[in-house]
């Protein structure tokens, strides 16, 4: 018997359908790739089992869990199925754990919830599940708080709430979508794990096919709330059979085409010698306080029209080096040169000349927006930079025309940024950041949080403005396939240092150190053997 099998599952909100006859089953023990793009109905299908969906949601269809029919079910009967029998891990652990309560009190509630145990015996249950997802008693005592763990670590404990009480079913919603490869594989192999060693079923919702080719048994593929196509997990490389499949397929392997050759005899847009970034630590009872080196002696160039990835694991420094280089933080040590300016000791008017130059185009656009600005607003923002603003005549010829150089219309400057979609806020993103003609864009983590077919549309618009406007990048990223597509060089970080760096190509195919060869091995390949790699290479 199945452990979930849902029929003709439909549901709208108000006059506009959201599912549409969705059918869908899952084995014991096996695990079951959700895939599609944002808006596809992915999470919705979550929802609906969960008996969470919008007040407003009319559905139709069944859906049983172990036999039992819970889509008629009552929100008090729905309320003894979640974290019983269906546990579900979000996206972002931060914001699904509790900050102020401990992680071993959090694991705890839901026993005592369902179980009735006392505290003592729920923490015991915590003590037990938190070493099985591995988070041992002395590395990680019960009365530990969420942001006293890393994000790997904290997913580990989303996972341990979700499967406390052994649960039939587990639902993954993009629960590895934020983690660097290495914490992301850790996480994947322990739920393959679970689902093995408990017969419990998995649903792993994703829009990383090759996430989904490593670790699921079979795939499902949604668009517009319907299901196109299942089939086994394997066919995602050997060939799925429905158009937008195919489709979504060449946006996960799509590499842009980058016509412009990095000027490699001029001088370098970006030059980071030494570059030092401490943090002072609490003072010991006794001896004195060594501070935490994040950044360590880096030193890095990049020349008019090159694009450099740098890469590394969750904790390693890059995103502190990228604060130290854009000047949002002061380092100890060492220095940054924009085209042959002095960033480190610049002050006043003469940083913000500097700053020109030197843009950034952050993960979250969203969260680096004020949402009560129109994006008119959001885009002329650095103008500020100027010796001069120009008039507001000229302010919105060049702001409409910057729009329309990013892929947008220019009636998209009347709009606010809540009315557009994550991919479209990426583009504003990328017109601010280009308003005051820089030479440099770093670009910290700018497609992780978009589907795939999105993030092949951004990484063609970057690679057209470095082919017509000359653009050096610095490309932060935890996404090896992105960088491995994007870049002509690849710098990798572990612990503040720079471990390994050199053409893309050729680290790609022949790392030497044993991190790089530890970060590729994490790393889910769509490529792998295929004709692709061998284009990547050539």
């Known amino acids: 018997m199945s452990v979930l099998d849902i029929r003709d599952l439909s549901l709208s909100i108000g006059s506009t359908p959201i599912l549409k006859a969705v059918s869908l089953s899952v084995a014991p023990g096996e695990i079951l790739g959700l895939v599609g793009e944002s808006g596809s109905g992915k999470s919705m299908t979550a929802l609906a089992i969960l008996g969470l969906t919008p007040p407003r949601a009319t559905i139709s269809g069944e859906i049983r869990l172990n036999g039992r029919l819970i889509s ?3 929100d008090a009967a729905l309320c003894q199925v979640r974290g019983r029998d269906v546990g ?35 923490l015991a249950v915590a003590r037990a599940v938190l070493d099985r997802v591995g988070l041992p008693a002395e590395r990680f005592p019960l009365g530990r708080f969420p942001h006293e763990l890393s994000g790997g670590q904290r997913q580990r404990v989303a996972i341990a709430i979700a499967i406390a009480l052994t649960p039939k079913l587990l639902i993954a919603d993009e629960a590895t979508s934020a983690l660097d490869v290495i914490a992301q594989a850790q996480i994947l192999d322990l739920l393959k794990r679970l689902a093995r060693e408990d017969g419990m079923g998995l649903i792993l919702i994703a829009h990383d096919l090759a996430v989904v080719a490593d670790t699921a048994d079979r795939v499902a593929v949604m ?27 060449a946006h996960a392997t799509h590499i ?18 030494g570059l030092v970034r401490e943090y002072p630590r609490p003072r010991p009872l006794f001896g004195k306080a060594v501070p935490f080196r994040a950044v360590d002696q880096v030193s890095l160039s990049i020349q008019p029209g090159e694009s450099i990835g740098l890469v590394g694991e969750s904790g390693c420094g890059k995103s502190t080096l990228l604060r130290a280089i854009l000047a949002l933080e002061t380092p100890q040590g060492g220095g940054v040169r924009v085209k042959g300016r002095d960033l480190t000791a610049a002050r006043d008017a003469a940083l913000k000349s500097i700053r020109r130059d030197i843009q ?29 603003r120009p008039s507001p005549t000229e302010t919105r010829r060049r702001v409409d025309e910057m729009l329309e150089r990013v892929g947008l219309k220019s009636s998209a400057a009347d709009r606010y940024p809540h009315e557009f979609s994550g991919g479209q806020r990426q583009r504003i993103a990328i017109a601010r950041a280009l308003i005051t003609e820089p030479s440099i864009l ?27 406007l000359g653009l050096s990048y610095l490309f932060v990223s935890h996404d090896l396939s992105v960088v491995r597509a994007v870049t002509d060089r690849v710098l990798v970080m572990q612990s503040g240092r720079i471990v390994e760096q050199g053409d893309t190509a050729a680290l790609f195919a022949a790392p030497s150190h044993p991190y790089t060869q530890k970060l590729l091995a994490a790393t889910p390949d769509l490529v792998r053997n295929s004709a692709l790699e061998k284009e990547i290479a050539g």
Request: glycine share 4%; hydrophobic share 40%.
């Open 72 to 74: 008629n079910a009552s």
């Open 256 to 273: 842009p085409r980058r016509t412009r050759q990095p000027d490699l005899d001029a001088a370098p847009v970006l030059q980071v010698e």
């Open 223 to 249: 668009k517009d709330g319907e299901l196109v196509e299942q089939a086994p997990a394997a066919r995602i490389r050997s060939g799925l059979s429905h158009p937008y499949s195919q489709r979504l397929l």
């Open 442 to 468: 770093c670009l910290d983590e700018p497609v992780s949080a978009l589907d795939v077919s999105i993030r092949a549309q951004i990484l063609d618009l970057l690679a057209d403005l470095s082919n017509r």
């Open 88 to 122: 579900v891990i979000f996206q972002e652990p931060m914001t699904a754990l509790n900050p102020v309560m401990t992680i071993g009190d959090q694991v705890a509630e839901t026993v005592r919830l369902h179980k009735g145990f006392s505290r003592k015996q729920a």
């Open 360 to 388: 950034v185009v952050f993960q979250d656009p969203y969260g680096s927006f004020d949402p009560r600005w129109k994006v008119s607003d959001l885009v002329a923002e650095n103008f500020h930079l100027l010796d001069a």
